[in-house]
């Protein structure tokens, strides 16, 4: 019989009950034992719902007040010694302080560092390592979830991070602490004795399974890695449990024969991500070690088609038997949780749609169809699933032959500015004439909650489009006059009419659908309701014209328009399967780029194209680096070259790596990037030097997500050290990013002390 389980499931809860709990009992309105009680009854409802669906195990440890890795530092006692944690159990509020730096009981202190989990939206907060750590069991947690499961009456298998992806993920720059001279594998040694005490409690408690997550096997791995793998696995084998290692978002790779070779009873692979591995895998698999196969996407919305599945599992099933167990590629954490709820969209579209709770029906009937063991609903759900994904195939909502055929005539002289940056900058120097060290912002101004209900009494029709364009005008209105007053010489319209960079203009382009309760958890508390990209990209309208025109109206300076990128639009959205993602991509660059079009025909001088996220979307594997940034890198382009010369493109961009992408950074010729760096003291810039970037940039000279207002001197002293590394002339003076989450009372003092900055630098040179 073929196995069937999940790695992991959502733990927010269909109608996001865990962010409510949580955000309750940090606001003090409600008690820790009334949170418990909503944890425990999410967590009995999901395993009720993985044994409905026909799974043989449900996973247990898979469940996070905040984060998983999070849970995984507390259960091995990482605990920074700032949380003055001692020999103590690691509570719930001490989790939540390492999270969030504060928490209803304990003494607040410098939160833990957060940053994405691999190549995924989701968040985690990064081990801290520091040497000669010690390790030990520091939280029962885990196995008291595991009591509960059993209680219930549950097949179990326990899900943890494993022990290297665990270090993997950790950081050894510890505040106060060199990291050069010590490495994250030094501390395996002390590591390991624990996992193995785990795996024998957990084992005492009556477990069989205990899936251990590496997908730090999925990247590349120094030698040292590979090799501690063996030696880290050689240790655990001789835990009373059975191991079963998982890897996913990716293929193994070079990592494959060390994988398939670990002395662990099954091994997970992501046949989604790397369908050709499965191949590779059976060869190399040992007789006696089971094959879990990740063939349902735990990182995308779409159905699956369970007959191709059938058929290219059809051989794996053959050759091993009872040895073939089923899943999701990934824990199903990264999608929405069940469809049913879902109350914007047309039933037509959901029928293309599977979120958590239909993958699991899925690897359930797809494991009792490979068995030919098949129900008859699982033969309705298979006949279902293949007229749904035929119409799908030939729906008009999805093809649109105008824009396959636009695509078509794409070329390259497309994607290029019609004159080199020299004789743009010249072109634009005099069409702009802006004095030296320019002054902007990034874009957005405060989001006042008037902004807000305003956008929400729309949304559900309370306020009539009118009053509310209006109300939006008036608010573009303000933010002009502020920025006339303080003397900002590229002013921008604050973008008030915008809920999110992306969804803004989702809603706006054909291709694109919204889910009401498509949730998925990003951070902590914190869920995104990423857009569905469904179908060809078009734009019916202009999208952001009328405003930037109005605000233009009402100043004599240039107004600088304000776009999302298509990189971005693409990195943020859940997207389609049936195209490479970058014909995707380039579908809604050339929609970007009739915008950029019309922006230009109305007058506008300055147009930003903002990719923050064009470094996130770079795959696991350096291989593949360079063929991701040359289309990303093309797209960017397609969707800006289309204007004339003394028309100024911008980008922008927020996070502070460079180093490794400059030469793309560089081929998207923009005439001048904003950049994050005031947290770096300009050393940011060392990158741009060293390539001798030619184009204007602006360092942003001060941290938005402070409240602090920036001094004066300290932004000249800051914009000195840049000018040390890019000639003046091609320096702006800028904040960080944009402003949105800021109130007028910060805003105003800090960009007047910019302004003020950018005129004692002038006087200067
Ligand atoms: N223009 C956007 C803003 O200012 C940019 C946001 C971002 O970089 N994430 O809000
Ligand atoms: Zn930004």
Redo the contacts with the bound molecule.
């Keep these: 019989m073929t196995l069937a389980h999940t790695l992991g499931y959502p733990r927010i809860g269909a109608n996001r009950e865990l962010k409510r709990a949580v955000e309750a009992y940090w606001k003090g309105e409600l008690a820790q034992d009334a949170l418990e009680a909503t944890a425990a009854e999410l967590r009995a409802r999901h395993w009720q719902e993985q044994r409905d669906a026909g799974l043989n195990l449900v996973t247990v440890g898979d469940f996070a007040f905040y984060d998983q890795v999070l849970n995984t530092s507390a259960l091995v006692g990482a605990v920074p010694p700032r949380f003055g944690q001692g020999d103590d159990e690691v509570d719930l509020d001490t989790t939540f302080r390492m999270a969030r730096g504060r928490a209803p009981t304990g003494t607040p202190a410098a939160a833990c560092e957060m940053t994405k989990y691999f190549d995924t939206n989701y968040h985690y907060l990064v081990p801290e390592l520091y040497r000669g750590q010690r390790f030990r069991i520091a939280s029962s947690r885990l196995f008291d979830e595991v009591d509960e499961a059993r209680a219930a009456g549950h097949p179990v298998k326990v899900s943890l991070l494993g022990p290297l992806s665990w270090l993997w993920l950790g950081n050894t720059k510890v505040e106060g602490e060199s990291g050069e001279d010590f490495e994250r594998l030094d501390l395996l040694d002390a590591l390991l004795p624990v996992y193995g005490q785990i795996l024998t409690r957990l084992a005492s408690q009556g477990v069989e399974w205990v899936q251990l997550d590496e997908p730090a096997l999925v990247q590349d791995l120094p030698l040292e890695w590979r090799q501690a793998y063996e030696l880290a696995y050689n240790t655990l084998r001789s835990a009373p449990v059975k191991l079963l290692l998982a890897t996913y978002f990716g293929g193994l790779g070079d990592n494959l024969a060390v994988a398939t070779g670990l002395p662990v009873e099954a091994l997970h692979i992501d046949t989604v991500r790397d369908p050709a591995q499965l191949e590779r895998v059976l060869d190399r698999l040992p007789a006696y070690k089971i094959l879990s196969v990740g063939a349902i996407d735990g990182r995308n919305v779409w159905r699956a088609d369970l007959s191709a599945l059938r058929e290219t599992l059809a051989t794996a099933r053959m050759r091993l038997g009872d040895r073939l167990w089923l899943a999701p590629s990934c824990s199903l954490l990264h999608v929405p949780v069940d469809l049913a709820s879902e109350t914007a969209l047309d039933e037509e579209l959901k029928g293309w749609l599977a979120f958590a709770r239909q993958k699991l029906d899925e690897v359930a009937t797809l494991a009792r169809l490979l068995d030919g063991r098949a129900t008859t609903d699982d033969i309705a759900r298979l006949d279902e699933a293949a007229a749904a994904l035929d119409a799908q195939r030939r729906s008009p909502r999805i093809h649109k032959p105008a824009v396959g055929a636009r695509l078509e005539g794409v070329t390259a002289r497309d994607s290029r500015r019609k004159s080199e940056y020299p004789v743009r900058a010249r072109a634009q120097r005099t069409r702009l004439d802006l004095p030296l060290f320019p002054t902007t ?4 101004f405060p989001q006042t909650g008037e902004i807000r209900a305003a956008r929400r009494a729309f949304k559900q029709g309370v306020l009539d489009r009118d009053v509310y364009e209006a109300r939006m005008r008036e608010e573009i209105a303000f933010t002009i006059e502020r920025q006339e007053a303080l003397g900002v010489d590229v002013p ?1 319209h604050g ?1 008030p009419e ?1 809920n999110d ?1 992306v969804e803004y203009f989702g809603e706006q382009l054909d291709g694109f659908a919204f889910t009401g309760n498509g949730w998925v958890q990003s951070y902590g508390s914190r869920c995104v309701k990423p857009p569905v990209i469904f179908g060809d990209i078009s734009r019916p309208q202009a999208m952001t014209v009328r405003w930037s025109e109005y605000a233009q109206s009402l100043t004599d300076k240039p107004m600088k328009g ?1 776009l ?1 990128g298509p990189v ?1 639009i693409l990195q943020w959205s859940f997207v389609r399967n049936d195209q490479p993602r970058e014909t995707t991509c380039r579908q809604i660059a050339l929609a970007l780029r009739d915008e950029v079009a019309d922006l230009e025909a109305a007058g506008i001088g300055i147009i ?1 194209i ?1 990719e ?1 996220a064009l470094r996130e979307g770079l795959p696991l594997r350096q291989a593949e680096w360079q063929r991701y940034l040359d289309w990303a890198v093309e797209c960017f382009r397609l969707t800006a070259a289309v204007v004339r010369d003394e028309t100024q493109i911008h980008t ?3 996070y502070s790596e460079f180093n490794d992408i400059i030469a793309a950074i560089a081929a998207l010729d923009a005439d001048v990037i904003t950049i994050e760096t005031s947290r770096s003291d300009m050393e940011l810039l060392d990158a741009f030097q060293d390539f001798a970037y030619p184009n204007e940039i602006g360092p942003g000279v001060y941290d938005i997500h402070s409240p602090n207002i920036p001094e004066v001197g300290w932004m000249v002293t800051l914009m000195e050290k840049a000018a040390e590394k890019i000639p003046a002339e091609r320096l702006w003076v800028n904040p960080d ?4 989450t800021r109130g007028w009372a910060e805003v105003e003092p800090a960009l007047k002390h910019m302004v003020e900055a950018a005129r004692e630098l002038r006087r200067q040179h």
């Design positions: 912002t990034i874009g957005s921008v973008e915008r960079m304000m999302t971005t930003q903002d923050p922008h961009m927020c990013c944009g402003l949105k």
